[in-house]
DNA sequence: ATTCAGTCCTGAAAGC
DNA sequence: TGCTTTCAGGACTGAA
């Protein structure tokens, strides 16, 4: 389940190795894999023939890469399963693969998407003049924005009528952050996820951001994470983080903190991993 | 305006 | 054994 960590670390694979490439040939195999691109499959190849491409950028768990003098770029969302795997031409197909690039170049290297799920995609998009594609101008900045504004942040919360998981989940707040994330950073600030934003106090806010931070970074340095080898690498290496997790997946199991059995809760069609004893849930729902 | 449930998808695992 | 059900969940859509 790549998040904004694992995203960054296929974004980090990109600029390695296709930067700067020339698109040779696109084939896209399946039609819901480019259903942002609107003018469809055909025409998102056609675009792209030729075309030189630049150095992928980031925000949140979205990627894209600028296709050089066309003010337009190729934007990439990984959902569930998605990967970006740079393959010898010779490496046969993948199961899943649903969009192959082809490079005019001698590197013998080709792009692939593959995607068991099929929540993710590419597609091809305007970009305003700051080179973000137009259609994720609602994307929040991430927390490894520098421009991201902690105070704004916080006062944020404090305007919502919302419970923190839900907003840190909310890519219009703060982007990047998905459900295990969240249950990381929750679980190290001793936050309950159903705790109301609107009383968030600054230096809890300051915590919190903290702590996601510091869970990214620490995913970010081993490359990821990886639970069932449905996101690989744009190398094909699986992130090894999820030996690492303190709560997400780990029902049962006892806190680290206080030895605690964590608890899981049916939440918004997923879970939420707790610890019953480290994040009192707040007084009354509802 | 804001919040929130429903929807898409495939395959592993659990249930019967 | 083999079929059916459940679960994983990001982000968009449209309803309340």
Known sequence: MPELPEVEVVRRGLERWVAHRTVAEVEVLHPRSV???????????????????GTPSRRGKYLWIPVDTT????LAHLGMSGQLLVQPHQSPDEKHLRIRVRFDDALAT??????????GGLSL???????LPDVIAHIARDPFDPLFDDEAFHQALRRKRTTIKRALLDQSLI???????????LWRSRIH???PTAGFTRPRTAELLGHIRDVMNAALAVGGTSFDSLYVNVNGESGYFDRSLDAYGREGEPCRR???????RPWMNRSSYFCPSCQRAPRVSS
């Open 258 to 264: 206080c030895t605690t059995p964590l608890r899981r």
């Open 71 to 74: 003010g337009t770029a190729i």
């Open 175 to 185: 982007s990047g952050v998905g459900n295990i994330y969240a249950d990381e950073a």
């Open 110 to 119: 080709e792009l692939r998407f593959v995607d068991q799920r099929t929540f």
């Open 193 to 195: 996820y159903e705790r």
């Open 125 to 131: 998009h305007e970009t305003a003049p700051d080179g």
């Open 35 to 53: 259903r942002r691109h609107l003018a469809g499959g055909d025409d998102f190849a056609h675009r792209l023939k030729g075309q030189r491409i």
